[in-house]
């Protein structure tokens, strides 16, 4: 039995977005294997059944189908939660678009759809979740090292993990006295689609692993202990911080 199987999390509830591939999938698993129930979310319906079917348990996995740049898609998507789980103990809002470049070259409709998607939902699904989350409910918004340090081209995905962070903090003094905690897991390089242009070029990939302290990028299941330790009493008196998960690219 790993640390990601220990029965933590038996009988709490969990929405995670962004859930049909990557980091999202890695989490459902997780959190799944060590007794949550969970609700998966993204827009892609073959990726979520895949994600569910990965899922062995002890906790139950339903997926919903949603585009959270709309916001009238949000009601919905805590509605399910409360329809398939019966309530909400754990929401990670994990969901962000690949979409990035310099500000130059950078449409204002992609830099639209970052802040919509990164930024924007998560506000409002903390927003809509808050009357669901009682004592001991953990939120946990899947911020990066760009949320800490600027990353080059990434103008509009840097401001968008920055201000997330921000909206962790500010929402840990606000919730921080009815025992809601509000953290952010900072991940540094995963291999996922997210960086398939980086994955794809051989110099890009010998310029990550030069800089990364660890010499190597992170699974997808290296981000899962953290965030199974975010959702769970283990961490009952943390709020309001950043755990940074990056093999040492932020310590340089
Ligand atoms: N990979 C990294 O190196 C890295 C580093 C630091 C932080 N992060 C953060 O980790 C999180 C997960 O990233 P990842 O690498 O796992 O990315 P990914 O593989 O590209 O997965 C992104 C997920 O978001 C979903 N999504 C995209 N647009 C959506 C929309 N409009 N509505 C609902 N869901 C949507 C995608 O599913 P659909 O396309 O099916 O909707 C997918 O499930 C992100 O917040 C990312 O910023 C990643």
Redesign the pocket.
Known sequence: MTTTEIPVLNGRRALV??????????LVVALAATGADVLA????????QE?AALATGPGRVSVL??????PD?IDEVVARAVAELGGLDILV??????LNGRIEDLPLEDYQ?IV???LR?AWLLCKAASPLLGEGASVIN?????SLVAMHGETA?VA??HA?LGVTRALALEWARRGVRVNA????????????AVLQDADAMTWVRRNTPMGR??S?EE?AGPVVFLASDASSYMTGQVLVV?GGWTAR
């Open positions: 977005t962004g859930a049909s591939r990557g980091i999202g999938r890695a979310v993204a827009r892609g319906e073959d990726g979520l994600t189908a949603a585009d959270l740049r709309d898609s809002n994990n969901a962000a678009t690949h759809q919509d998607l990164g939902s899947v911020g990066s090292v760009c995905y968008t993990k997330l897991l900072a991940p540094g390089w995963v291999e996922t689609e997210m960086n398939q990028w992170a997808t981000m990056d």
